[in-house]
């Protein structure tokens, strides 16, 4: 049963890593394009990159976006490469690193049949895909993030939880709901689903609200009517697909940034990025505790979302 059991990890690790590589080299393709197009952050990179000399020590800040410039700035000296390249290739690395973390995280290679048409979906959807290829910089900031969640207690943990914030602010609200959930954990009450959804109702409210007022990570909401409907019904799959996500770590984070989100676009904030994040999120929480009927439910309810966004985004550059 032992040797049974190896082979069956060995299978997976196997096709993780061949499905990282291949999905990393998709968003190493997507960053050219996105170069081609000049969309999204990657023109205004190369462009800071290509205009600028190289920064003095005296000017160095734990400001997020300084940190990631030093860091390019020296990657792009030692490698001796294009911008554009380096960029692309840190796309690829962090891509491949969240989609191998998550493809290891599968429990058997029998469960394996059952998981791969969500998680062909969850990884091609423009919102998350664009996480990679796009915001490089958070998508660093991310990856760091997940490892220390996953991967690492105590110090350890901590303190790539400050190396993740002081990259990317976008993850500091991340990180007060991995605390936040061992908080509500710690309070008896008499509802393992209303209360916490209620909790993370408000807290979600707060942080939206935080950032409007304090300009921090501030930007306008941009999306139309139709697509932040398409989000509410998302949120609704996700939060009812199982309530039992609720009591789970990956669950719990994931309903808090869709709800943070939707909060958002009340006040006029938008976390768009969090949309990608709350994906991957609950996907863990499939992989981890999702039973065969949860992930059919999911599967079922998140095609239409699949198919509509990616027709928009295709319809869009077309």
Do not use: W
Request: glycine share 6%; proline share 3%.
């Amino acid at each position: 049963m032992n040797t049974i059991s190896i082979k069956k990890d060995t299978f997976i690790i196997f096709l993780a890593l061949l499905g990282s590589i291949a999905y990393g080299f998709f968003v190493f393709a997507a960053v050219q394009r996105l170069f081609f197009l000049d969309s999204g952050d990657i023109g205004s990179y190369v462009l800071y990159f290509n205009t600028m000399g190289r920064p003095a020590y005296n000017d160095l800040t734990f400001h997020g976006d300084t940190i990631f410039r030093y860091g390019v700035y020296h990657l792009r000296e030692y490698f001796n490469v294009e911008i554009i390249t380096l960029l692309s290739s840190l796309a690829f690395l962090t891509s491949s690193i969240i989609f191998y973390i998550l493809s290891v995280s599968i429990r058997s290679s029998k469960y394996f049949i059952y998981i791969l048409p969500p998680f062909l979906m969850v990884f091609l959807t423009p919102q998350v895909t664009n996480l990679f290829a796009s915001g490089i910089r958070s998508s660093i900031a991310f990856s760091l993030l997940m490892i220390a969640i996953i991967y690492f207690k105590g110090v350890t943990k901590y303190i790539l939880f400050v190396l993740s914030s002081l990259i990317h602010l976008s993850m500091v609200p991340i990180i007060s709901l991995f605390i936040l959930f061992h908080m509500v954990n710690r309070i008896k009450t008499g509802s393992t689903f209303i209360v916490p959804l209620f909790v993370l109702l408000l807290y979600s409210f707060f942080v939206a609200l935080f950032s409007n007022v304090y300009k921090v990570n501030l930007t306008p909401v941009g999306q139309s009517i139709s697509f932040n409907f398409l989000i509410l019904l998302l949120g609704i799959l996700i939060i009812f697909t199982n309530k039992k996500a609720i009591q789970n770590i990956y669950g719990f984070i994931s309903i808090a940034l869709i709800l943070i989100y939707l909060c958002g676009v009340i006040i006029d904030v938008s976390f768009f990025r969090y949309i990608g994040y709350s994906i991957i999120f609950y996907f863990l929480f499939l992989i981890e505790k999702g039973k065969r009927n949860t992930i059919q439910v999911f599967t079922l309810g998140y095609l239409p979302f699949f198919l509509l966004t990616s027709y928009f985004t295709i319809t869009n550059v077309v």
